[in-house]
């Protein structure tokens, strides 16, 4: 997909009906918020209903990978013998399974007088799209390193790749970030007028993202020594 | 519902086709990751559609409650007038929404020498069900009640409780904590027994949730000191 343009073409579900003013389509916003999460929620239908579940993700441009066991339900979903089809854009019919994968960062709890008005401060994205099995093995072995080096950047080259067993067991789907959109909420309670004058603090408590040191594992070898890359956290 | 068992009894749904040892239904393991979550992701089906949304919520006992505009399209979804009906479980035909509500900490990032197996800690529940409007005074009250004292426990003592406008204008759905899983991975990386002298760091960088300094509102009386229940943030 040619990145043509700054920002994701509003489309109908990706309009909100309400609190407008919080969507946003600019692509590096939401390319940002995309990086700094660890889990992405994916959302499917399943025997009709929907199914919500956590799970890593990597980004590679305007590709986002999800892998699993072969064995996963919705990943089985996914390729030509699994229980969904759907339609692609152009008409074809590839095997596919309609989802949205939603991710959220807290940033702040939102206090305001009035309970009405509490909040919290947040961004997050929202794509919705079909996701497709990947078979091609080169696109394969980018999608798996990009979901290590989404865990921790450059850990791919720090690490033994998959082997052949390893990567007949995993699944790869991809979602093409093309229906996307993001929200975004920051600053201060918005109190009415007739209630800045009440007796209750307002304001917001931000959070934010702290790592502990880092925990080897009980049979490393203990010459190996902490990476530099982990050092930050 | 008579609170009459410790665990919430498995169903196929809830029942993982994989790493089932990682499943729990203890009551009390899913109200702890639920009170301590901020946001969850409300899964639901629009036009055949999955949609993942992040939003507020709140506990009471075995109930979670969700609360929006009544513009809101999930929220109308559940009312009577809305585009979705679903049978209850005890045979009468009642407005509701079939959703999936999830919510996930995220508590260390897991580092093996294999790029396989890494992998991150974590803990979080799943509850299906279907989502039904709340139109008792009471039940509504003590609802938005709970998702205020969810943000910041206690505070729906020291705000200003909804008037009537504010009230008229909240739409408030209930899901009842019956079809319900949890997924908890702790520890350290597997790897395998030939990797373990590769020369490769492994085990786990912790996440921990920070708070800072809390802000106070621009036009906030500078006499409003900091409450005690914010002190500990």
């Known amino acids: 997909m040619p990145e043509s343009t700054a920002e994701y073409r509003p489309t109908p579900r990706t309009v ?15 390319h940002g918020i995309l990086d700094e999460a660890y889990v992405c929620h994916l959302g499917f239908v399943r025997d009709g209903a929907p199914v919500v579940l956590p799970t890593l993700y990597g980004r590679v441009g305007e590709r986002l990978y ?6 996963s339900r919705p990943l089985r979903m996914t390729s030509p013998g699994g229980t969904e089809s759907t339609e692609s854009t152009d008409g074809e019919t590839a095997p ?6 939603t991710v959220t960062h807290v940033d702040g709890l ?4 009035a309970a009405f008005h509490h909040s919290i401060n947040y961004r997050s994205v929202m794509v919705h799209g079909v996701a497709r099995p990947v078979s091609d093995p ?7 390193d990009a979901i290590v080096n989404h865990v921790v950047p450059g850990r791919s080259y720090d690490s033994r790749p998959a082997n052949a067993r390893e990567l007949a067991a995993t699944a790869v789907i991809r979602l093409d970030l093309d229906e996307v ?12 007028a007739e209630d800045i004058t009440l007796p ?5 408590v931000p959070l934010v993202r702290g ?15 902490l990476p530099d890359y982990l050092a930050g956290r």
């Open 16 to 30: 909100p009906t309400r609190l407008r003013e919080r969507a946003a389509y600019d692509r590096e916003l939401v």
């Open 66 to 71: 999800v892998h699993g066991s072969t064995g």
């Open 96 to 101: 596919g399974l309609a989802v949205c994968l």
């Open 110 to 113: 939102v206090l305001a007088r």
């Open 138 to 144: 080169e696109e394969r072995r980018t999608a798996l």
């Open 181 to 192: 959109s993001a929200k975004v909420r920051t600053g201060g309670p918005h109190d009415d």
């Open 200 to 204: 209750h603090w307002a304001g917001v």
């Open 211 to 225: 790592y502990g040191a880092p925990v080897p594992s009980d049979d490393l070898d203990p010459g190996i020594t």
